[in-house]
């Protein structure tokens, strides 16, 4: 991703692009889930979607089912879209709170056209007409990663990147200040450069083997550190959406692409061992494994410095949120995209490299208060992890949204973040923590208009959702 970005928004005769990789090392490709943030990455380089989506064996997600979380047999979806309409320049969230306090039982989840979609496995692209049922909403993608990296890595080869295949065997500093000056390859082969892009996961081969950024560990507020992935026969309909279910000691991941399932565990070592682990895995799964079990070692948390020196850390080596909300993909965009924002000349001023770094702390910090929310966000005691989750102390910056949210139903907005206010109302929502009062600026509106709105658009959902193919029929056509 970063070498076709680079070589997309950068001139040849401004740099070269030289991409370093090993097939001895391989992907960390479990199956990938995203948010709608890789539409435009994907959109910038030029890629066709349907081309896309037949090399990877991508499917769409309109959005993420948690399954258990607040309580055993809850279940809620966060949907990639709004809820509803304003009403008068209130929230729809608002309106909907106003009626649940006067005793209304309609679920938030009734005004959502995604939500609504995917409940009925059914799937087709927005309007661009912000009137239109069908607007509103948003897609992302489910694909398989082992074939996402040499789909990238042809159309960057193609507009001057020059790939090598190799093993970095030893990495050589500058004496007077640090920088990186080259790497040693195997092969024995020298290779020099101005910018380095460590790309070598959780090991941090240059970021931190050899350049010792330090990492900021956030095990106290996500405590899973383990995680086990098989794929499976696909089976039942080709569902529009990433199901996370939780178990005794994590959660499970669901992942429908066109030729099969992928799936995963993600659990904390500290309450439960890899082989029960495997065996919750295996016993949930829908179809027939198609493969082994594997495992894979993780400290949720982030590296001090994402850009250190002449070192940027993009993806697993710039730091890990687990999963649950798909957006490992979305934080190496980010990191690509504040680079080519911030892209430095051979001074390397630190005052470039603090704004990115204050950046990509933002971007992390905010990921993980989401994630964190889920899992504090529960009434479930029966046990040892879901009682520590639900009793320790989380970031001041999420126990201040939790406090507003509670008090007023009043999301925090801010500019630099992957998740804006529908994401966390519907987590909000779908967990039980629900406003003690609405917004005042309803008060005088009569109760039987706020019915007739929300009814109208009760009805203007379900039939914008019937009238939408099945995902299976769309992608057959589509791809």
């Given at each position: 991703?970063?070498?076709?970005?680079?070589?997309r928004?950068?001139?040849p005769?401004?740099c070269?692009?030289?991409?370093?990789?090993?097939?001895?090392i391989?992907?960390v490709?479990?199956g990938?889930?995203?948010?709608?943030?890789?539409?435009?990455?994907n959109q910038t380089?030029g890629?066709?979607?349907?081309?896309?989506?037949?090399?990877t064996?991508?499917?769409?997600?309109?959005?993420?089912?948690?399954?258990?979380?607040?309580?055993?047999?809850?279940s809620?979806?966060?949907?990639?879209?709004d809820?509803?309409?304003?009403?008068?320049?209130?929230?729809f969230?608002q309106?909907?709170?106003?009626l649940?306090?006067?005793?209304?039982t309609a679920?938030?989840?009734?005004?959502?056209?995604?939500?609504?979609?995917?409940?009925?496995?059914?799937?087709?692209?927005?309007?661009?007409?912000?009137?239109?049922?069908?607007?509103g909403?948003g897609?992302?993608f489910?694909f398989?990663?082992?074939?996402f990296?040499p789909?990238?890595?042809a159309?960057s080869?193609?507009r001057?990147?020059?790939?090598?295949?190799?093993?970095?065997?030893d990495?050589?500093?500058?004496?007077?200040?640090g920088?990186?000056?080259?790497?040693t390859?195997?092969?024995?082969?020298?290779?020099?450069?101005?910018?380095f892009?460590?790309c070598s996961g959780?090991?941090?081969?240059?970021?931190?083997?050899h350049?010792?950024?330090?990492?900021?560990?956030?095990?106290?507020?996500?405590?899973?550190?383990?995680?086990?992935?098989?794929?499976c026969?696909?089976?039942?309909?080709l569902?529009?959406?990433?199901?996370?279910t939780?178990?005794?000691?994590g959660?499970?991941?669901?992942i429908?692409?066109q030729?099969r399932?992928?799936?995963?565990?993600?659990?904390?070592?500290?309450?439960m061992s890899?082989?029960?682990a495997?065996t919750?895995?295996?016993?949930h799964l829908?179809g027939k494994?198609?493969?082994?079990?594997?495992?894979l070692k993780?400290?949720?948390?982030?590296?001090k410095?994402?850009?250190?020196?002449n070192?940027?850390?993009?993806g697993?080596?710039?730091?890990?949120?687990?999963p649950?909300?798909?957006?490992?993909?979305?934080?190496i965009q980010?990191?690509?995209?504040?680079?080519?924002?911030?892209?430095?000349?051979r001074?390397?001023?630190?005052?470039?490299?603090?704004?990115y770094n204050?950046?990509?702390?933002?971007e992390?910090?905010?990921v993980?208060?989401?994630?964190?929310l889920?899992?504090h966000?529960?009434?479930?005691d029966?046990?040892?992890?879901?009682n520590?989750v639900?009793?320790?102390?989380i970031p001041?910056?999420?126990?201040?949204k939790?406090?507003?949210?509670?008090?007023?139903g009043?999301?925090?907005?801010?500019k630099v973040?992957?998740f804006f206010?529908?994401?966390?109302?519907?987590v909000?929502?779908?967990?039980?923590?629900?406003?003690?009062?609405f917004?005042?600026?309803l008060?005088?509106?009569?109760l039987?208009e706020?019915?007739?709105?929300?009814?109208?658009?009760?009805?203007a959902?379900q039939?914008g959702?019937?009238?939408?193919?099945?995902q299976?029929?769309?992608?057959?056509?589509?791809?």
């Amino acid at each position: 991703m970063a070498a076709a970005s680079l070589a997309r928004f950068l001139r040849p005769d401004q740099c070269s692009i030289r991409l370093v990789e090993s097939a001895e090392i391989g992907i960390v490709g479990v199956g990938e889930a995203t948010v709608p943030h890789i539409r435009f990455f994907n959109q910038t380089l030029g890629l066709d979607e349907a081309d896309f989506m037949r090399k990877t064996h991508a499917t769409f997600k309109l959005g993420i089912e948690f399954v258990n979380w607040a309580r055993l047999g809850d279940s809620y979806i966060h949907p990639f879209g709004d809820y509803g309409r304003p009403f008068r320049g209130v929230k729809f969230h608002q309106v909907w709170n106003r009626l649940r306090l006067a005793g209304d039982t309609a679920p938030i989840d009734d005004y959502s056209l995604p939500i609504e979609a995917a409940k009925h496995a059914r799937f087709e692209p927005p309007t661009n007409d912000p009137q239109a049922t069908l607007a509103g909403f948003g897609y992302a993608f489910q694909f398989d990663a082992t074939l996402f990296a040499p789909y990238l890595r042809a159309w960057s080869e193609q507009r001057g990147v020059r790939r090598t295949e190799g093993r970095v065997v030893d990495v050589a500093l500058r004496g007077t200040d640090g920088f990186i000056e080259s790497l040693t390859l195997a092969s024995g082969e020298k290779i020099e450069g101005d910018l380095f892009i460590d790309c070598s996961g959780f090991f941090g081969l240059l970021t931190e083997k050899h350049l010792h950024t330090g990492y900021e560990d956030w095990t106290h507020w996500l405590p899973c550190d383990r995680a086990v992935a098989v794929p499976c026969e696909s089976a039942g309909p080709l569902l529009p959406y990433t199901r996370a279910t939780a178990h005794g000691a994590g959660w499970q991941w669901r992942i429908p692409l066109q030729n099969r399932t992928g799936n995963g565990h993600v659990y904390s070592s500290k309450f439960m061992s890899d082989d029960e682990a495997a065996t919750t895995l295996l016993k949930h799964l829908d179809g027939k494994a198609l493969a082994e079990p594997r495992f894979l070692k993780f400290v949720t948390g982030r590296r001090k410095k994402t850009w250190n020196r002449n070192c940027v850390a993009v993806g697993l080596s710039g730091g890990f949120v687990e999963p649950l909300e798909s957006t490992s993909i979305y934080l190496i965009q980010a990191a690509i995209t504040h680079l080519i924002e911030l892209f430095p000349d051979r001074n390397f001023d630190a005052v470039n490299l603090d704004e990115y770094n204050r950046v990509m702390d933002l971007e992390f910090e905010r990921v993980r208060d989401f994630i964190v929310l889920h899992y504090h966000a529960t009434e479930r005691d029966d046990t040892p992890l879901w009682n520590y989750v639900r009793k320790m102390s989380i970031p001041d910056s999420l126990a201040y949204k939790m406090e507003l949210f509670r008090e007023r139903g009043v999301v925090v907005n801010y500019k630099v973040g992957l998740f804006f206010e529908p994401s966390w109302v519907a987590v909000y929502v779908g967990q039980r923590i629900l406003p003690k009062r609405f917004d005042p600026l309803l008060d005088d509106t009569p109760l039987e208009e706020l019915r007739r709105h929300t009814g109208a658009l009760r009805t203007a959902v379900q039939a914008g959702a019937r009238a939408m193919p099945t995902q299976a029929d769309f992608i057959a056509r589509y791809v």
